[in-house]
């Protein structure tokens, strides 16, 4: 059974880089049916998409986000990555990795990992 | 404020059915799947719906969806203590070339 578990630093100062990694265990990244992604929600909030790579490097974000973001794969690790430079207050949230099945035209994430929150602090 | 709209709260009494909307337009609801997700209290969401109104292996059938124009829906039957949870729907949106989700609904089981 497929499962993801993020880790990273859950406190980061303000105008730092964050790093939040996925390590995938149970299966493959590579597989081509698949796409790896974050999302992430703020301490009592909704969902918010932040972006999907494909295990060739093909990435995909959410065009509402400024671009900040950064998501990389790497396949000898079985893990792909999530980079936020410039982090504020707002940037304070649970993240989470998941999988996509098919395109993301149906965003049909699963599984997901259990989450990391990550704050932001001044 | 989320593109696709959700009522914040529901309710029920066990037993009962309820429903849940999602309201959108004619770039997400309207031209794409609807997805659903189950967030229970202080866990990760869960993969309920998928394309409209497909569920997932291991998922009851007192879950279903449904879609009609640029509206989705989420129904649950023989409401159990254990629905309490938050709800999310989701869906592409052509206009804005991304995943969107709803703003999620707290369903609270009387």
């Known amino acids: 059974q497929l499962q993801l578990q993020e880790s990273g630093p859950g406190l980061v100062k303000s105008s730092e880089t964050l790093s939040l990694t996925c390590s995938v265990s149970?299966?493959?990244?590579?597989?081509?049916?698949?796409?790896w992604g974050w999302i992430r929600q703020p301490p009592g909030k909704g969902l918010q998409w932040i972006g999907n790579i494909y295990y060739s490097g093909s990435t995909y974000y959410n065009p509402s986000l400024k671009s900040q973001f950064t998501i990389s794969v790497d396949t000898s690790k079985n893990h792909f990555s999530l980079k936020l430079s410039s982090v504020t207050a707002a940037d304070t949230a649970v993240y989470y990795c998941?999988?996509?099945?098919?395109?993301?035209?149906?965003?049909?994430?699963?599984?997901w990992g259990q989450g990391t929150l990550v704050t932001v602090s001044s | 404020q989320s593109v696709l709209t959700q009522p914040p709260s529901a309710s029920g009494t066990p037993g009962q059915r309820v429903a849940i909307s999602c309201s959108g337009s004619?770039?997400?609801?309207?031209?794409?799947?609807v997805y659903w997700y189950q967030q229970l209290p202080g866990t990760a969401p869960k993969l309920l719906i998928y394309r409209n109104n497909q569920r997932p292996s291991g998922v009851p059938d007192r879950f279903s969806g449904s879609k009609s124009g640029t509206s989705a829906s989420l129904a649950i039957s023989g409401l159990r203590s254990e629905d309490e949870a938050d709800y999310y729907c989701a869906a592409w949106d052509d206009s804005l070339s991304g995943v969107i989700f709803g703003g999620g609904t707290k369903l609270t089981v009387l």
């Open positions: 998941v999988r996509l099945l098919g395109a993301l035209q149906g965003p049909r994430f699963d599984p």
């Open positions: 149970g299966g493959s990244i590579t597989s081509s049916s698949y796409s």
């Open positions: 004619s770039s997400n609801i309207g031209s794409n799947n």
